[in-house]
């Protein structure tokens, strides 16, 4: 064995090692968040959906999650540092969708908000719009956070500085671009939802929320990178957000099923508004992250054939 060989077993293993960590980080951070947010500032009764800012726990509940994403963002960011697209993003995300998996669907949140079978409104939606907000802030926390600490201990400069540059030089005389490939994503994917979603009249089935957010995010994401140049990952992060809201806003603006559903109002007006917010978010950033690492990749590989 040479040692150009031995140096890339020992860099495959370093991979491997920082990929456990990671692993076992989220694990920690998925239990920190059920078992400790759900017993403390977000005590939650059976199926009842993870909604944070909006639901019972209010300021408090909304505080101590982002401080604890924050943590996570950073802890994976120290672990992975060199691995994949924004780790420590990956690794909120990731442990944001497996919480959620416990808890209730959209539908359960309707029941919540509509104790009494009736006309459907718009108000059951309308504190939603709050927790997309949130979610927004989040993301903007754990990315700050990680940025600021690559910086201040100078990761521009050694493996980790790779994702910095990276997010530099997609934010760098891009601004155009960016957006319309931001639009492109956002567009595809709301589309596909309305279709993955499943029937408008039908129940809400977590599963399916959950491949329909993926897919729909991983095929808007290939179709924004065909129709535009635009490669940093920054610019299509938005997307779920963006998707999110005008979901919201849309089952805001028409609330009723249709002919025939007049008094049902715990089921979704439309296919867009069928994830929570934190299954929009978190889902759909995995998703977003994971297509964009796999660009680059199979885009290297390419190269160097």
């Known amino acids: 064995m ?15 090692v920082r990929r456990i960590g990671l692993a076992a980080l989220i694990a920690l951070f998925w239990a920190v968040l ?14 009842r959906p993870v909604v944070v800012l909006a639901g019972d726990g209010g300021i ?7 401080v604890v994403l924050a943590i996570g963002g950073l802890l994976g960011m120290l672990l992975t540092r060199g691995v994949g697209e924004a780790p420590g993003l990956f690794a909120v995300s ?7 998996w416990h808890g209730g669907t ?12 009736g006309p459907p409104t718009g ?3 309308r504190p939603l719009l709050a927790e997309y907000v949130y979610w927004a802030v989040v993301l903007a926390a754990v990315l700050g956070v990680t940025q600021w600490w690559m910086r201040a201990s100078g990761g521009g400069k050694r493996a980790g500085g790779r994702e910095r540059s990276a997010s530099a030089v997609g934010m760098s005389g891009q601004l155009g671009g960016g957006i319309f490939a931001l639009l492109v994503t956002a567009a595809v994917a709301a589309a596909l939802l309305f279709v993955l979603a499943g029937p408008r009249v039908g129940h809400t089935h977590r599963g399916q929320v959950y491949f329909a957010v993926a897919a729909s995010f991983i095929i808007g994401v290939v179709v924004a990178r065909r129709v535009v140049t635009v490669r940093g990952y920054i610019w299509y992060l938005p997307a779920p957000l963006i998707v999110g809201i005008a979901g919201v806003l849309l089952a805001m603006a028409k609330p009723a099923l249709g002919a025939g559903y007049e008094n ?13 917010p934190i299954e929009m978010v978190s889902v759909g ?16 590989e390419e190269d160097r054939g």
């Open 123 to 125: 108000a059951a939606y």
């Open 285 to 300: 950033l995995l998703a977003v992250l994971l297509t964009c690492r796999t660009a680059k990749r199979l885009s290297s």
């Open 264 to 276: 049902i109002n715990i089921i979704p007006a439309w296919g867009l508004v069928r994830p929570l």
């Open 2 to 16: 040479n040692a150009t060989e031995s140096s890339a077993i020992v860099r495959r293993q370093s991979v491997w």
């Open 94 to 100: 990731l442990a944001l969708a497996l919480w959620a």
């Open 34 to 47: 059920h078992y400790g947010v759900d017993g403390t500032v977000l005590a939650r009764g059976l199926d």
């Open 106 to 117: 959209m539908d359960e949140w309707l029941k919540l908000s509509n104790p009494v079978p």
């Open 60 to 66: 408090l509940a909304g505080v101590v999650v982002l």
